[in-house]
């Protein structure tokens, strides 16, 4: 079964695509013709040239909106595609749950023709830069140092890569892992953090003392204190990463 047919039953509730980082994607796929979204969970960032998506969870397959792309049921390692098949394809925040991301990547080069553009993080900017996991949850950063591909990796097996930050905006409408930067009472709710594959996977028994001891910083005002010159920003660079190869 697929992970994301545990993780992803509430996905499409939090998860809905942020306009800001939807114009950046569409931007850095330009003008290609057709697109195919690889890892393409509900269909968020799909740009209206999207011919096909790629996703192996039926639980995120249902939760497709109607009018949304033809989709089949498949992995990124196996793709069920000829050679050349679309100008670009693209792969957003999918590629750390791959199992043989150097198989992935070799798939995704073999069926674009001119762009590929991944959407990723940096884990060491990310643990060293977002509160949550650097202050409260180190277990889930840890988590994360198992599974993040690092970005010096991906743009080597996608044979170069130009790199471009994707800022988090303080009211980001894609409840990803650092989306609530600026609004931390949104890590309290069970429904958010189902939301978020790095909490989820982690595990409520292991950030419950971390998620406690935030509960009560909230509470008595200290978050906000410590983290006053957060309150003023508008986004913030956390490590998320657009990575676009031209073929
Ligand atoms: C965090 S979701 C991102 C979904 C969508 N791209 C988005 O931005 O909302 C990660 C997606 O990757 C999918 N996935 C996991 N393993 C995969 C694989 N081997 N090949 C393709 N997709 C995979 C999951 O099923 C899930 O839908």
Redesign the pocket.
Known sequence: M????T??AT?ART?R?DPRIAAQIHAALGDVTDVI?????????EPPRTVLA????RV?LAQRPSGSAPAVR????RLPLGDDAADAV?????V?????LTA?IRELRRVARRRIVV?TWDQRIFRERFWLVRDYLPEAAAFDDTRAVPTEQLAALLGGARREPVLVPHDCS?G?AAAYWRRPHAYLDPQVRAGI?LLAQTGETVTAPGLARLADDVATGRWHLRHAELLGLEAIDVGYRLLVTDL
């Open positions: 697929a992970t994301y047919d993780l992803g996905y998860r695509p979204n690889v890892g393409a969970g509900t269909g968020s960032y790629v996703e192996p969870s995120m498949a992995v990124a390692e693209l792969a957003v925040l999918t750390h749950h791959w199992t043989d992935g959407l894609d990803f594959s």
